[in-house]
Each structure stands twice: as C-alpha cells, then as structure tokens.
C-alpha cells in the first residue's frame, strides 16, 4: 500500500492486500447502488464521480483502463465495472460486495413492480402508468440509436458495420449473437493489420471531473491485482459451478421442455453473447421470449423495460421481469406467484453470475491488453453493429406501440413487417412525440420523461373512462 493511501486512512482498520477499509467499502458501493439510475452511462459517471472524483480511490487513467476492459466483454459493462474496480479495492470480497450490491435494489424494486403487474395490471391507474411508459420508452430507445450511432460512426466503415448489421437483423433475421460476432471478427482483423477505421474506439462517457492521475490515488501499481493463474482458475471454477450446476440440475430432474430449463439455458446462452449493452440484447431477448417462447406479448416487454428504466441497477434487469411473466404463466404444479418469483431468482442468477466470472477470470492480466489495436478494433466494430441492432430495436417498439395491427411482407429470404396504417393508435403516437420532444428539444432527463410520461399515461386512462 502506498504512503498516501496509509495517510489518508490513518487510524482505520485495513486488511493486508486491501487499499481501503472494507466497511467502508461497503458504505460507498451501496451509496453507488442507490444512486445507479439512468441506464449504463449515468451509472458510470456516477461511479466516476464518486471514485475517482471525490473518494479518490482510483485514478483516470486506472479507471478508463478497467472501463475499456468491461466493454469487450458480454454483459452489463456497469456492473461488470463496479465488480472490477471492487476487486482492486479490496480483492475477491470486494469485487463480490460491489457486483451484489450493484444489482440488488434493482433486483428488489423489478419483483415488488412485477407483484403489482400481475396483481393489478388491470386496474386503470396501474394500466395508465404502464401506457406511459410504453410511449416513453420508445423516445429512450431512438435517443439511444442516436447517442451511441454519434459515438460509434465516425467513418464510412463503421456506417457500413451498422448498416450491414441493420439489414442483417431486421429483413433476414439473422441471430444477434452471429451478428455481433461476425462484426467482432471484421474489427479485429482489421485493427489488426493496422486499419485507421478500426482505431475508433467506444465505451460510455465516464465523467466530466479533472484527470485524477493514478499515483495521485490511493490505488497505487503495488497492490494485489497481478497475474495469479492458480487463483484465477480457482475462483473462476467455483463460480462456473454455481452458474452452470444448477441450470444442469433442472435440464436432467424437468427436461428441456419446462419453463424453468428454458429460462436457465436461454439466459446463460444471453449471458455469452450480450456485447453492446442492453438495448442491443433487448431486441434478441425479445424477439425470442415473444415469437419462440411466447412467455410475454410485445407490450408487456416495453413495461418491463419501463420499470428497468425507472429503478435502480443495470438495465439488463429488465431480463428479471421476462422471467418473472415466464414462470407466472407457467408454473406447472406450483403456484403461480411462487413460480414467478422462482423464474425471477434464477434469471437474475444466470444473467448476472457470469460477470463475476470473466472479471475474475480475466482482471488479473488486464495489463497485458493494454493498447490491443486488434481488441480495439474488435470493440469499435461491434459497437458499430449494435447501433444496426438498436435501430432494429426502435423498430419493433414502435411498430407495436404505435399500430394495432402489423402484417409481414416476404420476398425470398428477405422479409419485414409493416404496419396497418389506418390501426395507428393516436394517444400512442402523441404521448411518444411528447416524450421525444422532452428528451430531444427540452433536454429532459430519462427518469423524468418516464415519470412525466406515466403520469399522462395514468390521466389518459382516467379520462377515457368517465
């Protein structure tokens, strides 16, 4: 530990190897749960700021590195960052306190809104606020094409990417995992052989405080977070059991074909495949969980997302509710609230257990990746394609939130949906333009347009029904 981490904790305890106080510790990274609102890059700029800016715990330039590391790797780079940076603080207790207390208000608040869905979905103000919602929603999603399309484009090759991997998805209906893997292949050979186009980067905005030098931070390069193969394997086999054990379990004592198999397999398969953040997997989960399981209707995913949007934690949660539906109408001989708690408890597990696992897979040799202009570019092309998918995406919603009816046109392998025209459903289209121009010309924030929205919701409803 260094002189100025000594000096700036003096008098606290500290367990050797740790750089700060564990119960401290604690205290900050529940305080970072509780504030982690607005979606990926809200919850990184709140980690920033809390971090690097005012505990001073990391540096600029550590934190960056870590961030950089999170967005090559499928799952929610948050949550993943939160783990990573926990681990350098105060080793494997750190990163396992971090990465649990990242998602578990969100966990919390998804399940009790999940309760009243089920429960009171049908009463008026329930269903005026989900309305809203849906509205407003699909204003976030577009705000997204357009946020992360600026990051990401920055040359026609990466336009090509994007374009490439919209047509892929939305008229031939190719697999999102194939997608982004095929993008990654592209970006890394072509960083590798030196491609200026593939030098473009991408991540999240990570905070707008002055740089905070690493020697100027308690993390000093002395610390414990060095390559240890025994204890990477180590850890790293434990948390694969308790991933992949139980999802086993199910398959042999229930089969392929009962809902709970179904959720272990397809949110463990998700967990592989989730590079691009979570709007980029939402149009693979939804268009799976609605057209292959049939476990929700197109709505019901945009009030999922809704609630993920307005509740702490990763937006991935939304992965929680999915579940929850799944095992409400399916629950076998079990009862049906019982179920759906059950589903809600493994998908949470499933999705989110994994990120534990590449990080402590993979943290103790981030330095050697340092300056890969091949992963580099790997990143910046997958980036690009999930600006295809989200496209894709904004789409889907819009077509169910907007029209009644949709009817699919084919030509050969290509094939779309298009909507009925005169199934426009209008309180639909001016909630939707009022939440655009809230986020768009009046620069209002996400968690307020999903509130503004679901009041309106809540009055349109009422309304309607004197």
């Not at 190719?174 to 592209?186: D, K, N, R, T, Y």
């Not at 409400?328 to 019982?338: E, F, K, M, Q, V």
Request: proline residues 4%; aromatic residues 10%.
């Amino acid at each position: 530990m260094t002189d100025t981490a000594k000096s700036l904790i003096a008098g606290q305890p500290v367990a050797d190897g740790d750089v700060v106080p564990f119960s401290e510790a604690i205290k900050v990274w529940a305080r970072v749960a509780a504030l982690s609102f607005g979606g990926p890059a809200g919850q990184i700029a709140v980690m920033h700021r809390i971090l690097v800016d005012e505990k001073r715990w990391v540096g600029e330039h550590r934190f960056l590195h870590a961030l950089n590391y999170c967005m090559l790797l499928p799952g929610p780079e948050a949550h993943q960052l939160a783990i990573y940076i926990g681990w350098l603080l105060n080793k494997t207790k750190g990163g396992m306190i971090a990465g649990l207390l990242f998602v578990l208000p969100g966990f919390i608040s998804i399940l009790a809104l999940s309760y009243i869905y089920v429960l009171f979905g049908d009463v008026t103000v329930i269903e005026g606020m989900f309305f809203g919602l849906k509205c407003a929603v699909l204003a976030v999603v577009v705000q997204a094409v357009f946020r992360i399309g600026s990051r990401a484009l920055k040359n026609k090759v990466m336009v090509a990417i994007a374009a490439a991997a919209f047509v892929a998805i939305f008229f031939l209906h190719v697999p999102f995992p194939l997608i982004i893997i095929s993008a990654g292949v592209i970006g890394y050979f072509g960083g590798r052989a030196g491609g200026a186009a593939f030098r473009v980067g991408g991540g999240h905005k990570s905070g707008s405080g002055k740089i905070l030098e690493d020697r100027d931070s308690l993390l000093g390069e002395d610390i414990h977070a060095q390559s240890n193969l025994a204890w990477s394997l180590k850890t790293s086999g434990v948390l694969a059991a308790l991933w992949l054990l139980p999802v086993a379990v199910l398959l042999l004592t229930l089969g392929r074909d009962n809902v709970f198999s179904q959720i272990g397999v397809f949110f463990s398969q998700m967990a592989v495949v989730t590079f691009g953040g979570a709007y980029a997997v939402l149009a693979y989960v939804a268009q799976e969980a609605v057209e292959q399981f049939g476990w929700l209707r197109p709505g019901e995913m945009l009030d999922g997302l809704g609630m993920a949007e307005t509740t702490p934690g990763p937006l991935i949660m939304v992965t929680q509710f999915v579940g929850f539906l799944a095992g409400h109408r399916d629950p076998g001989a079990i009862n049906p609230l019982t179920a759906a708690t059950l589903a809600a408890i493994l998908t949470t597990w499933v999705t989110f257990l994994p990120s534990f696992l590449w990080i402590f897979a993979g943290a103790p040799f981030i330095e050697k990746m340092r300056g890969n202009i091949a992963l580099t570019g790997a990143m910046s092309a997958i980036t690009a394609a999930v600006v295809g998918v989200i496209l894709n995406l904004a789409i889907w919603f819009g077509l169910h939130v907007l029209f009644g009816e949709v009817r699919e046109i084919t030509a050969g392998p290509w094939s779309m949906d298009i909507p009925v025209l005169n199934s426009v459903i209008l309180p639909s289209l001016v909630l939707t333009a009022i939440a655009a121009m809230s986020i768009f010309r009046f620069g209002l924030s996400v968690v307020t347009t999903l509130l503004v929205s679901a009041a309106l919701g809540i009055g349109w409803k009422l309304m309607a029904l004197s």
